[in-house]
């Protein structure tokens, strides 16, 4: 053991901080070493003097300059704040709420998306039933074939191409006529609903109409038309197919859909 | 005097108790006020800090954590402020104000001489030392208590104090203190 460190073990003594094995082996050390006890009188005396000073320390009261700098403005104001626990269902937090009605509508958009994926996706190589798309009018060549009405006359000239699929039915109609004609599509609303008519080759005298159950196209020229309706069920319907000039018919016929 | 302890006195007073901060300031105002005393070596200033520090203390309650022991937390309060207090004021050569306010049971002379002699030791220290020396004979505190206050390792402190208590024995030797033994 070096000097300092039995110095150091004298000094936790005189403070009571020395364990009892260490203070053995200190005692077996300063048997073999007077000296170091005369060093440590010095020490004591040093102590005494700081005790005494403890002792005598001065008393002081400064409680009401203490108080008195405290802000007791704020303070009393604290204190009477009555504290009011509000306690509040979890579903009673926006936050909550909010975030399941956004999960609840992601959710739904899933199941929505999933559902109507088939006849919106523009995806060529799907299962059958997703033939029939608004967006992919090639896929019509993919679609059931349900007839094939052709008609010509010094009056008028018409081919009707329909197809359908599990969800749509779409129309092809070639009309050519070189005086005013009208041609009417005519269904069942509980079967079919109108989503799209398109005019191909347009025309400024060529109108086309859609009704909750037919469509009506008034021609004049050569006019190309494509026409969807939502096939509501798989169950067998007809569409009537009709040509009018002055309205008189001059052609009339009918296409079953949903074949069995 | 309140049998609470510390920590209970603490809680109280975030709940807006006045008495228990009261409590509290008897509790520690005399130690506090000692240390800083001789720590600066003036009484009106170090009446200053000690008012600084139950200031601090009562703005600075709500932080408190209470897995700690208050006294080693106002300690450390009471330390920063006087030492900051030092790093802009060097600390007065002898006790300024004491002369008359002492309770000096041995009016002897000698204790007088050797009142001075120490406190001029442990002016003499550099504040760090003097801090260590405080806490261990002014407030009492254990090796593991002044290392909770003044975050230092244990080891640190004990060797600290050993350097101190050295320092302050060549000091005082210097200037006679052992003369009249």
């Known amino acids: ?260 | 005097m309140s049998e609470k302890d510390d920590n209970e006195l603490v809680y109280e007073v975030i709940k807006g108790s006045i008495s228990s901060f009261e409590v509290l300031i008897d509790r520690y105002q005399k130690t506090i006020f000692n240390m800083a005393l001789k720590m600066v070596g003036d009484v009106e200033t170090a009446k200053d800090i000690t008012q600084d520090v139950f200031v601090k203390t009562f703005e600075k309650m709500g932080s408190f954590d209470f897995n700690h022991r208050f006294f080693s937390w106002i300690y450390r309060i009471a330390l920063n402020q006087t030492l900051n207090y030092l790093k802009t004021k060097p600390p007065i050569g002898r006790l300024k104000g004491t002369e008359t306010t002492i309770i000096d049971d041995n009016s002897a002379p000698d204790y007088e001489r050797n009142r001075k002699i120490l406190h001029a030791g442990l002016q003499s220290l550099p504040a760090d030392y003097r801090v260590l020396l405080l806490l261990k004979y002014f407030c009492g505190l254990s090796y593991e208590e002044i290392a909770e206050t003044t975050k230092i390792p244990m080891k640190k402190v004990r060797s600290r104090l050993y350097i101190a208590r050295e320092q302050l024995s060549k000091i005082m030797i210097g200037k006679g203190f052992f003369e009249n033994d």
């Open chain 1, 1 to 260: 053991m070096t000097e300092k460190i039995i110095i150091e073990k004298l000094y936790r003594k005189l403070d009571g901080e020395l364990p009892e094995n260490e203070y053995r082996e200190l005692l077996e050390y300063m048997i073999k070493n007077p000296s170091l006890g005369q060093k440590m009188k010095g020490w004591e005396s040093v102590k005494a003097l700081l005790d005494k000073e403890k002792n005598n320390a001065i008393d002081v009261d400064l409680k009401k300059e203490i108080l008195s700098r405290i802000n007791m403005e704020t303070y009393k104001t604290k204190e009477n704040k009555q504290e009011i626990k509000i306690v509040r269902s979890i579903w009673a937090r926006p936050s909550i709420r909010f975030g399941f009605a956004f999960i609840l509508g992601v959710f739904a958009g899933i199941i929505l998306f999933a559902f109507f994926k088939n006849d919106f996706k523009g995806s060529r190589e799907g299962t059958p039933e997703m033939k029939g798309t608004l967006y992919n009018p090639n896929s019509f060549d993919n679609m059931k074939t349900a007839d094939l009405l052709q008609y010509e006359s010094p009056l008028a000239k018409a081919i009707c191409d329909v197809h359908y699929s599990n969800r749509i039915v779409e129309i092809r109609l070639d009309l050519s006529s070189l005086y005013p004609v009208k041609s009417t599509l005519e269904f069942d609303f509980n079967n079919f609903e109108v989503l799209n008519i398109q005019n191909i080759t347009v025309n400024d005298q060529t109108t086309a109409i859609a009704a909750s159950s037919f469509v009506q196209i008034n021609n004049v020229g050569d006019n190309k038309f494509i026409i969807q309706l939502l096939n509501k069920n798989k169950l067998p319907h007809n569409i009537d197919f009709k040509i009018f000039q002055n309205d008189s018919p001059i052609y009339q016929n009918s296409v079953q859909v949903n074949k069995e």
